[in-house]
Nanobody
Framework: VQLVESGGGLVQAGGSLRVSCAAS????????MGWFRRAPGKEREFVAV????????YYADSVKGRFTISRDNARNTVYLQMNALKPEDTAVYYCAATSRARPNAAAEFPFWGQGTQVTVSS
């Protein structure tokens, strides 16, 4: 299994960015796909998740209404659209996958990408 993130970069506060996660070795339609982030000097935190069971999504309060997780099954790719970005969104963003229907923690995701840097300037 391989997850490869891309699309990170530098953006001004209030701007938008879309990061992608291309998967191989698994079919994203049969996996719960999550996005996490780690800011400098901070613990990794949950951002968003797409549950394969029920085809539903869930977001951290800090990004709700600004970020959207989506997927393209034909491309086997998951996206995170980030709007109204804030300097506090600056972090390395990681894609993760699990076969669990309703994971409750990052530790329940066995597959991780290498991350992509998102930097939001004020």
């Amino acid at each position: 299994v391989q997850l490869v993130e891309s699309g990170g970069g530098l953006v001004q506060a209030g701007g938008s960015l879309r990061v992608s996660c291309a998967a191989s070795g698994l079919t994203i339609g049969s996996y719960t796909m999550g996005w996490f982030r780690r800011a400098p000097g901070k613990e990794r935190e949950f951002v968003a998740v797409w549950y394969w069971s029920g085809d539903s999504t869930y977001y951290a309060d800090s990004v709700k209404g600004r970020f959207t997780i989506s997927r393209d099954n034909a491309r086997n790719t998951v996206y995170l659209q980030m709007n109204a970005l804030k300097p506090e969104d600056t972090a390395v963003y990681y894609c993760a996958a699990t076969s669990r229907a309703r994971p409750n923690a990052a530790a329940e995701f066995p597959f991780w990408g290498q991350g992509t840097q998102v930097t939001v300037s004020s």
